[in-house]
C-alpha cells in the first residue's frame, strides 16, 4: 500500500485538460484512415469511395490494410443544432439498440480520472425521463424503432440526440442509420470513436468549442 500510495505522488496528476487543452492521446484506429498506397478494396460497407473512406460508415474491420492506414486526423463531427442553455450542466443517457459494446465503452471511460467528466457539469443518468441528451450506439433493428422513439419521446426539452460510432450513423453492415427513423443533432464518427471525441462532439453540441 505505501509503495502504491508513493507512486501516485510520482505520477502527478493524470485528469486531461481537454478541452481547454490539447488532447493527449488518441487511439489510432479511432482515426479515419487514409489511402496508403489506395487501390481496389472490397469494403463490408461501401465505406471506400475514390480512395477516400467515409468515417461515417467505416467499422475498422481492417479488410483494407495496408492499402489504407489510420490518419491519425480526428473524424469531423457533425452537429446541426447547438444549445447553449445545456453548457453548465448536461446529463447523458445511453441508448444500446445492438453495439459490439466498444462504442459503450468508451462513453463510460469519460467517467474515468483520465477525463472525469464530471469537471464539465456531464453526468450519466440511468433514465431518459432525467436525460438532456440521448447516445444512441449500435446497429438499430426493427425490434429497436419504437423504444427508441419511446425514449426520445419521454425526454423533455431541450434534448439533444447523439448517434456514437459508425454502426448509429450508417446501420453498419446489418441495420438501419438512425436517421432514417428520428432527427439526428450530432453525428460522432468512428469504430468505436475516442473519448476525446466524444467529449467535443459533446462540448460542440452545447456551444462550449
Known amino acids: 500500500m505505501k ?70 486526423q480526428i473524424p469531423q463531427i457533425t452537429t446541426t443544432r447547438v444549445e447553449k442553455s445545456l453548457s453548465k450542466s448536461m446529463k447523458l443517457y445511453i441508448f444500446d439498440s445492438g453495439t459490439c459494446g466498444a462504442c459503450n465503452l468508451e462513453i463510460m471511460a469519460l467517467n474515468s480520472p483520465q477525463y472525469d467528466m464530471n469537471r464539465l457539469g456531464l453526468s ?8 438532456d441528451a440521448i447516445m444512441v450506439t449500435g446497429v438499430l433493428t426493427d425490434g429497436m424503432i419504437d423504444p427508441l422513439k419511446a425514449a426520445i419521446d419521454s425526454m423533455a426539452s431541450p434534448k439533444i440526440v447523439f448517434a456514437v460510432g459508425a454502426c448509429a450513423i450508417s446501420g453498419g453492415i446489418m441495420g438501419k442509420s438512425i436517421s432514417e427513423i428520428v432527427g439526428l443533432d450530432v453525428q460522432v464518427p468512428g469504430c468505436p470513436p475516442d473519448p476525446f471525441v466524444i467529449m467535443a462532439a459533446i462540448e460542440k453540441a452545447r456551444g462550449r468549442i
Open 124 to 131: 450519466f443518468t440511468n433514465t431518459p425521463r432525467q436525460a
Open 3 to 72: 509503495a502504491w500510495f508513493l507512486r501516485s505522488f510520482k505520477k502527478g496528476i493524470v485528469t486531461s485538460s481537454f478541452p481547454s487543452g490539447k488532447n493527449e492521446s488518441l487511439s489510432p484506429w479511432a482515426t479515419t484512415p487514409a489511402a496508403d498506397i489506395g487501390g481496389e478494396v472490397n469494403c463490408p460497407v461501401d465505406a471506400i469511395h475514390n480512395d477516400k473512406v467515409d468515417s461515417g460508415k467505416c467499422i475498422s474491420c481492417g479488410i483494407c490494410f495496408p492499402q489504407f492506414k489510420p490518419s491519425l
